[in-house]
């Protein structure tokens, strides 16, 4: 059994202060039903939480940590940039460096603009592809999450989708009704809203669909996208929070060779720390103040510390070989997973992309919301607390991905396979 006393003293001071104990809704452990664990500290794949527990952490911070916890060379930089002030409100050199950086590493960013998180990235992204079109309308994915401005809460994947509470209340209905939802993978729904609107400003879209769990796109799809919303007039925006240098040294459109309109990033760009930005073509991108009168600002975007977090991180994937590592890595576990359904003779789905995987308690193929929803969560739930007493820290929600970073070693994974197939021996 798992020693949890300290944690929940203070889950239980942490309830009486703070909505649900926790700053952002999933670390609640709500879907797995148990309290959840306060970290202490952490350091390369492991995670130790205030009753000296240790695990081999799977959410990596929910995707920035790609170099895993602490590591040596960010945390180096993040020193050295604090001992020369913690924020200025004034232009600084590590934003043109990361700027830099971001436009060299993704051709189709022209100009790019920080923030402080991928919602504001995204929110943002938004509000100029509806000044730059003069059109209202918005059209996303069911199960896509693109943080929690207001447009985006109808039919939202992330802690949304793990509730079971997909719209938000507190959205006004004219604004919801400014959101149209297709399905992801399916362009004939994307030209049905087309079809019977010409409001519509932007597509926005995860290339790689991460907060379902992990849906991969198929063969054409984005380049539909790109196609029709070139046909009609709209922005296409990649939101690449999740994706963004997670498997390669640019985005996933370097990947795939389609180049949206708009791009948002966050996450792996601020190296642990609160980063988001926001980048495009030229011609949109001036339409923001003080170039343009489309307004977007912030108290602590650009912020210095944040800028050498991420400056120090870019440097280091661009290490030779450093994606081809971590995708062996993450290789083979997924190839020891798939071992062990098959001698368990298990059919569940297990999606797989680079250094991200998730493990879908369903027989169908995952490849959009409604085949997500067919997942049995609560058998995800008992895997998930049979792990965590087996020292392995996956995502507490079946919609979460896995995430494998560099600082995971052999004997993590082979630690992580044969607690795996300790676990599955029992609740399957
Ligand atoms: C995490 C995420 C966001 C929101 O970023 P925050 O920094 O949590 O605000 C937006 N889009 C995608 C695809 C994400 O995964």
């Given at each position: 059994m798992l020693n949890m006393e300290r944690s929940k003293e203070l889950f239980t001071m942490a309830r009486e202060i703070i909505p649900g104990g926790v700053n952002s809704p999933v670390r609640a452990f709500k879907a797995v039903g148990m309290d959840p664990l306060f970290i202490k500290k952490a350091k390369g794949s492991r995670v130790c939480d205030v009753d000296d527990n240790s695990f081999i952490d799977y959410v990596c911070s929910w995707g920035p940590l790609i170099m895993g916890h602490a590591h040596p060379q960010v945390v180096a930089a993040i020193c050295r940039a604090a001992e020369l002030g913690t924020s200025y409100g004034a232009p600084c050199k590590g934003e043109v460096e990361l700027a830099q950086m971001i436009c060299e590493a993704i051709p189709s960013i022209e100009k790019v603009r920080m923030v402080s998180s991928g919602t504001e990235a995204t929110m943002s992204a938004i509000r100029l592809a509806r000044a730059y079109t003069g059109r209202n309308a918005i059209i996303k994915f069911a199960g896509c999450y693109h943080g929690h401005a207001d447009s985006f809460l109808i039919k939202a994947g992330s802690g949304l989708l793990t509730a079971g509470v997909p719209n938000s209340p507190g959205v006004p209905a004219a604004l919801a009704q400014q959101t149209r939802v297709a399905n992801y993978n399916d362009i004939d729904s994307v030209a049905r809203i087309f079809d019977q609107s010409s409001d519509v400003a932007a597509v926005i879209v995860e290339p790689v669909a991460g907060n379902m769990g992990l849906v991969l796109p198929e063969?054409?799809?984005?380049?539909?996208?790109?196609?029709?919303?070139?046909?009609?007039?709209?922005?296409?925006?990649?939101?690449?929070?999740?994706?963004?240098?997670?498997?390669?040294?640019?985005?996933?459109?370097?990947?795939?060779?389609?180049?949206?309109?708009?791009?948002?990033?966050?996450?792996?760009?601020?190296?642990?720390?609160?980063?988001?930005?926001?980048?495009?073509?030229?011609?949109?991108?001036?339409?923001?103040?003080?170039?343009?009168?489309?307004?977007q600002a912030g108290t602590l975007s650009g912020n210095p510390l944040a800028m050498a977090a991420g400056i120090a991180s870019l440097k280091l994937l661009q290490t030779d070989n450093f994606y081809h590592e971590l995708e062996a890595t993450a290789a083979n576990l997924t190839n020891g997973l798939k071992k062990i359904l098959a001698d368990h003779h298990l059919k569940y789905s297990l999606n797989h992309i680079g250094s991200v995987f998730c493990l879908f308690f369903t027989s169908e193929q995952v490849a959009d919301y409604i085949s997500v929803l067919s997942c049995d969560t609560v058998k995800y739930a008992d895997f998930f607390r049979s792990?965590?007493?087996?020292?392995?820290?996956?995502?507490?929600?079946?919609?979460?991905?896995?995430?494998?970073?560099?600082?995971?070693?052999?004997?993590?994974?082979?630690?992580?396979?044969l607690a795996v197939d300790k676990v599955l021996d029992k609740i399957s």
């Open positions: 063969p054409g799809f984005l380049k539909a996208l790109r196609e029709i919303t070139e046909q009609y007039g709209a922005l296409l925006i990649f939101d690449e929070v999740i994706s963004g240098f997670r498997f390669c040294y640019g985005g996933y459109q370097n990947i795939t060779g389609i180049t949206p309109d708009l791009t948002t990033l966050g996450k792996i760009i601020g190296g642990g720390l609160p980063v988001g930005a926001y980048g495009g073509k030229q011609e949109i991108m001036d339409l923001i103040a003080p170039e343009g009168n489309v307004y792990l965590l007493k087996e020292g392995i820290y996956f995502p507490p929600s079946q919609f979460e991905l896995c995430f494998v970073s560099s600082a995971h070693q052999t004997e993590d994974i082979q630690n992580t396979l």
